[in-house]
């Protein structure tokens, strides 16, 4: 099966810096890519996702790029801001039917102001 | 109701006992999923069912069952509870093929005595 890693597990970065957290996934058939954001306390919520026909999607200050040779993918946060506080996941699965979805370990983003 | 709800909120249950989370939701996924949350280990699947009549099992099903009688709920039981069992379980469910964002219930945090 699918086995998605995940780093780093806890990332502080000052307020205005940038974020990046970093996946790789094994199944080389996945093609779709989700992003959820967790609040503490909260159930997770898609924030942005990518698939293999393209190589980078950008929303605003969050943007993923995609590496399929290398098999992992990356979400970056431009000017992070306190209210970006929270756990972060990634997860890879099949696209086009009702494919599970392996999620990642999580990463603890703590923005300082 | 509007969306995915889980009940209860939370729960105390002594070891041996018989205990039934509730899923609901009224978007029409025909994709429901079972998640629990342990802190370090992100989110695991337990079971899933890709339509009304069929379940599979996730990553890590042992002690759970589900049932999958109609579109709308997707229950979870676990016949006789463990220590280990104590965690946050999130409910989700996806829609029609080619739509994989997953949508999360509140949340049932679960301790077993």
């Known amino acids: 099966g699918e086995n998605v890693e995940q780093h780093p597990s806890t990332l502080s970065v000052q307020e205005g810096d940038s974020a990046v957290i970093k996946c790789t996934y094994s199944?080389?058939?996945?093609?779709?890519f989700p992003w959820y954001k967790q609040e503490l306390g909260k159930r997770p919520q898609l924030i942005i996702d990518?698939?293999?026909?393209?190589g980078e999607k950008k929303d605003q200050r969050i943007a993923v790029t995609l590496n399929k040779t290398a098999k992992h993918f990356s979400l970056h946060i431009t000017e992070t801001q306190p209210e970006d506080s929270a756990v972060y996941f990634c997860?890879?699965?099949?696209?086009?039917?009702?494919?599970?979805?392996?999620f990642g370990t999580g990463t603890k983003l703590q923005v300082i102001p | 109701i509007a969306g995915i709800t889980q009940a209860p909120t939370s729960q105390i249950l002594a070891a041996g006992r018989r205990m039934t989370l509730r899923c609901t939701q009224d978007m029409r996924h025909n994709a429901m999923y079972w998640y629990r949350q342990d802190l370090g280990l992100g989110l695991r699947l337990i079971h899933y069912s890709n339509t009304a009549g069929t379940t599979g099992k996730g990553e890590v099903p042992d002690g759970y069952s589900v049932s999958r009688a109609n579109t709308d709920d997707f229950p979870l039981t676990l016949a006789s509870a463990v220590p280990s069992q104590t965690s946050v379980y999130f409910c989700?469910?996806?829609?029609?093929?080619?739509?994989?964002?997953?949508?999360f219930g509140p949340g049932t945090r679960l301790t077993v005595l």
């Open positions: 989700a469910s996806s829609g029609v093929a080619g739509d994989n964002e997953q949508f």
């Open positions: 997860a890879a699965s099949i696209a086009g039917g009702y494919q599970k979805v392996t």
């Open positions: 199944d080389s058939a996945s093609n779709y």
């Open positions: 990518i698939r293999s026909n393209v």
